[in-house]
């Protein structure tokens, strides 16, 4: 539950290195671009990255075009991520697989899949880090033009399902 005037979005993919602190540094661009208070934050279905910081490849493509990834460190979702979070965004099906699995029945509704947002042609983000150089851009034109549509309804003050 919204304990103050602002949303929180935890972001999840599986090791938090690649696409979660992506989707995490472009929605705090665009929210700081647009005036819209949110608190984002994300992580990763499993724990074996944490403490890293995101991959040089995904900062060096966000970089290019004018994202952040200071202070932004990996880490594995906790039970207490599903009462602190009022959106949970899963990179693709299995990770959403992996967080239903620990998340409370109740919270269920907490969960989406990042892509639902938008109009992209496809649901999953695909994980980027065995792949070519090119699929990190990949990564954030689907990020990108997701967060921009989440963007929009959280400053809108009619509600959406699940913010």
Do not use: W
Not at 54 to 61: N, V
């Amino acid at each position: 539950m919204k304990k103050d005037n602002v949303t929180k979005i935890l972001v999840v993919c599986m090791g938090n290195i690649c696409r979660s602190p992506t989707g995490e540094a472009v929605l705090k661009h665009l929210a700081q671009q647009h005036g819209v208070a949110i608190k984002v934050d994300s992580a990763g279905t499993i724990g074996f990255h944490a403490g890293n910081p995101p991959d040089k490849r995904s900062q060096q493509a966000a970089l290019k075009r004018g994202y952040n990834f200071q202070g932004i460190y990996a880490r594995q979702v906790t039970v207490q991520d599903f009462d602190d979070f009022d959106l949970i965004l899963a990179a693709d099906n299995h990770n959403m697989t992996d967080l239903k699995a620990i998340c409370p029945k109740h919270l269920h509704y907490k969960l989406a899949l990042f892509l639902q947002y938008g109009e992209q042609n496809t649901i999953e983000i695909p994980d980027p880090y065995y792949g070519a150089e090119n699929g990190f851009e990949t990564v954030l034109d689907l990020i990108e033009a997701a967060s921009v549509v989440i963007i929009k309804k959280i400053a809108q003050p009619t509600k959406i399902s699940p913010l």
